[in-house]
Each structure stands twice: as structure tokens, then as C-alpha cells.
């Protein structure tokens, strides 16, 4: 081999291990550079994005100024800051996985990004960038909602009337109308009126929603507007146990109001649901009267007095009533037309009510007198009745016809088991109205 082929072969093998040794250089090199690649981006809520990120760090870790964040970039390739708050994770040696948050701050305004970008940062240096194209809008929803009002142009109407109902609402992504209690709400204008029929007193709702993360909760803000429809007093019930009685006896006034703030019995201030025992002398009319601010209603009742005085009772009769027809539907016998007037073509009963009674069988003997000059009486009828009998000792009350001896002042005398002790008597007359006061 001559000198310039060895000089060759020696230049040559010179350059092949400084091309073994500077592949070797670039290996190391390669082997010891921090890498990122960006996974994917999840949009959590209309608020905030989770970017998932691999990296390999082959720095040295545990410095606070060493993380990685993602960020928002606009279409002007302008990073914005101002807007999100950006989640800044420490960086570990490795290779790694981690998902970095952008949340959206309240007040702030919207924003429109085209792309996500994600850096790692060592003592403030730029270490590596990646970016991911992503487009997402930023709403500005994270200012308070607010009912700035809801009223009516009328809070008190009468039934039927319509009212104009009102609201106006700030920062609301949805505003529902309905009546309290239903079902039943609408979506309406987030400012806006509607004019509403109302039949009775009705409390309205408006609930107004912020925008919201998907799938979080809402929510909402709600306010209430109530339509008085005020009602009218009413007389549900007047009545008496008795609407005829004798003098010296009682009748028991029963009645019901509702709705009325002031009620009055004859002028007498009294209870929405009430009683009250009365004996009036002669015939007297009872006005019951309600009030509701200017509304005023009554109701009349009359108690008929007859020109008769209450029975004569002796033990062990402890009641005696007259009446031309008897109501027995209830558990005990019930006097319709109380004491007539009777008329000498017409019927005549006799309720009978006895105390302490044994269940013996008694026999009742039934006497009429008759009165021409009101103080003497003369008999026109007699005759026995034999009593139902009774399985126990004690109450019984029985109906019997009594015999119509026709016109003019009457006494019926009843007297049991031949006792005259037990005598008791009531007066009465037949064709004699025109004494009725």
C-alpha cells in the first residue's frame, strides 16, 4: 500500500467514529429532552374545560415556579388571562398524565377561543408548548340573576275582573310563569306582561334561572304576587229546633257565617258558628246580618208564639206536643206545624215523652174538654190506649192520633194507669187562627 491509500484509509476511518460518536451525542441528547402531547379536551360545562395531557419531564422537579397549564387562545392568537382562572399543576420527573382545569370567572366578559394551549414551565423559563385546536364560546352567565320587579295593575278585584300582570328580570337564561300549586308554568318573555282572568284570590309565581352548568343544579330565583278576590259573606245556615212554641217555652237558634267580619243577631254582636236559647212572649222575627267591608247580607227567622201557655206536666210526663203531621225519618218523632192552628177537617197528633217508665204495660187514658167561655170546660170525648211495651225500664216516647171534636178552645187531658197524680194537660184550639199573635 502506498502512502496516499494509507493517508485515505486512515482519513476515512477518522470520520466513521466521529459519526458513530456524534449519532451517540444526538441519542443522549434526545434521551434527555421533555416531551408533551395533549390527549384530548373535555367541555365539563359552558364555564370550564378539562384538558387531559401525557408529558415527559426530565427536568428536576419540586419547584414551585416548575408546572404545567393550559389556556385559551383567541382567533388572533392572543392567550387570555383575564378572563379564566388557569389551573397550574406541579411537574413530576417521568413520564405522566394529568388534567388541567380553565374555569371561567364571574363578571367577566364573553370570549370566543380557538384553540387550547398547554405549556410547561421550569423557574418561569419556557420549557415546551402544545396546542389543540378546540373552539368554544365563553357566555357571561355568572352574573347574579334578579326579579328587578313583579307586580299587577290591580292587587284587589272583583271575581271575573282581569288584571295585567308585570315582571322584569336581569341576567336570566329562563323565566317560567305560573299559579302556586300547579303543575302547570309557561316560559315567557325575561321582561315582559300578561293579562290574566281571576275568579278567586291566586298567588302567581315567577321563577327566573341563571345559566347553569350542564348537568349541575339550578337554581332558581322565585317571587310570589297574590290577586285578592275577596268573598262575600255567607249565610250557610239560620234555623231553630222549634219554630213554634208556647209561651213560657224555649227554641234553640242554630247558625253557620262564613267570610264575614262582623255578624249580628238582632243587633247583637255574635259568632260565626253559634247558638243561642230563646222564649220570646209573642211571635218574633230574628235577623241574622253579615258584614264584609260594604257588603251586607241577613237572614230572617220567625218564631211563632201560639196564644197558648206551655203544657201542664206532672211525673212521669215529661213533654207534650201537638202538630198536624209528625216527621218520624231521625231516632226520635219530630213535630211539623207545631200546634195547628188546627182545623176542624184536619188531623191532630200528640208527641208524648215519659221519664222513668217501667216496662211493664201501662195503659193512657185520654180525655178532650171542650171551652165555650175559656174557664169552664166541659168533656166531649174519652178513651184508653194501651202504651207499646218496652223491653227495659226507663224513656219512651210515642205518636198517637187525637180525635178532632171540632171548633172551638180544646183541653186534652192525659192521665196513666188510672193515677190521677200523673194528670197532665194541654190546651189548644181548632178553627181559632185569628188568635195566633
Partial sequence: MNSFSAIKCIALVIVVNLSIQNAIAQSKKASNASELKILEVVAISDKQLQVNVEYNYTGKAGSNDTFIHAFP??????????????????????????????????KTKAFTSESIKVCMMESRNLILCGEYSFEKSWPNFDLPVKILSFSSSESKVSKGDSVTISWQTENASKVMFGVNGSEKFQQVRKSGSLTVGVDKTT?????????????????????????????????????????????????????????AEEISLNGESVIALGDKIVSPIKTMKYT??????????????????TPFGAPDLSNPFSSIELCRSVDESGESYRCISSDGPFTSNGKIYAIVRIENLSKTSHNLKLTTYNSFDGEKWIEVHQENRSLPKRDTDGYLEFKLEVQNTGEGKKKLEFILDGNNTTKSEIVYCIDCSRMWE
Fill in 73 to 106: 387562545v383567541e382567533s388572533d392568537g392572543e392567550s387570555n388571562f383575564k378572563e379564566v382562572d388557569i389551573e397550574k399543576v406541579p411537574l413530576k420527573s417521568g413520564i405522566n398524565q394529568v388534567s388541567l382545569l380553565i374555569t371561567k370567572r364571574p
Fill in 203 to 259: 298567588t302567581y309565581i315567577l321563577m327566573v334561572a341563571p345559566m347553569a352548568e350542564k348537568g349541575g343544579a339550578v337554581k332558581m330565583e322565585t317571587k310570589a304576587l297574590t290577586i285578592d278576590v275577596p268573598i262575600d259573606p255567607v249565610i250557610g245556615r239560620f234555623t231553630a229546633n222549634r219554630n213554634t212554641i208556647r209561651r213560657g217555652q224555649n227554641s234553640k237558634l242554630t247558625w253557620e257565617v262564613y267570610e
Fill in 288 to 305: 241574622l246580618e253579615a258584614r264584609k267591608g260594604e257588603v251586607i247580607i241577613s237572614e230572617d227567622y220567625v218564631v211563632m208564639v
